[in-house]
């Protein structure tokens, strides 16, 4: 089974800080990776496919990156409705997320 | 638009059973792989199950191989998921998400029903 590793487990940043979550994966899994963002007792929403493809309609302060095992997910600028959890999934062999990463405000 | 509507989630008791239902509007179901993932509370995503446009393939978790069945019926636009011999680490929200035809990964979820597993 793929593992995927996502650091840090929270984040505590400012509006206007640029920042960056980390995502390992276990094995080679090419650019087959997802970024999704979840607020509290909702669906989580795709915002990066393929590594680095974003979603549409998804700003564009959000950016992906990576292949292989490992991947960045940043976003430039931080808004106030990006205080939220983000997961990483690979789907190069089934579906596997990270554990997650809470981004809270400082 | 996309929309995924879950429900049949609820309380019982280890040991039962209980079958959830995904009724999909806005796209073409019977062309769309579907998966079930589940999060339990206060943790993070758990892929479960995953069933092909035709129903031909199916995968499960092993944390639930045997015990979930997952299936369709196109007609209805409908994804369900038999959940049997339920344990108290099934407590979880459980999503039908959309997988995307040939790069197979999530674009669309619905929001999610709540199953309670508890004596």
């Known amino acids: 089974d793929i593992q995927m590793t996502q650091s840090p487990s929270t984040l505590s940043a400012s509006v206007g800080d640029r920042v960056t979550i980390t995502c390992r994966a276990s094995?080679?899994?090419?650019?087959?990776l997802a970024w999704y963002q979840q607020k509290p007792g909702k669906a989580p929403k795709l915002l990066i496919y393929?590594?680095?493809i974003l979603e549409s309609g998804v700003p564009s302060r959000f950016s992906g990156s990576g292949s292989g095992t490992e991947f960045t997910l940043a976003i430039s600028s931080l808004q106030p409705d990006d205080f939220a959890t983000y997961y990483c999934?690979?789907?190069?062999?089934?579906?596997?997320f990270g554990q997650g990463t809470k981004v809270e405000i400082k | 638009e996309v929309q995924l509507v879950e429900s049949g989630g609820g309380l019982v008791q280890p040991g039962e059973s209980l079958r959830l239902s995904c009724a999909a509007s806005?796209?073409?179901?019977?062309?769309?792989?579907m998966n079930w993932v589940r999060q339990a509370p206060g943790k993070g995503l758990e892929w479960v199950s995953y069933?092909?446009?035709?129903?031909?393939?199916?995968y499960y978790a092993d944390s639930v191989k045997g015990r979930f069945t997952v299936s369709r019926d196109n007609a209805k636009n409908s994804l369900y998921l038999q959940l049997n011999s339920l344990r108290d680490e099934d407590t979880a929200v459980y999503f039908c998400?959309?997988?995307?035809?040939?790069?197979?990964?999530?674009?669309?979820w619905g929001q999610g029903t709540l199953v309670t597993v508890s004596s």
């Open positions: 393929k590594a680095s």
């Open positions: 069933i092909s446009d035709n129903s031909r393939t199916k």
């Open positions: 999934q690979q789907y190069n062999a089934y579906w596997t």
């Open positions: 094995q080679n899994i090419a650019m087959w």
């Open positions: 998400a959309r997988v995307v035809e040939t790069t197979h990964y999530i674009d669309s």
């Open positions: 806005g796209f073409t179901f019977n062309i769309y792989n």
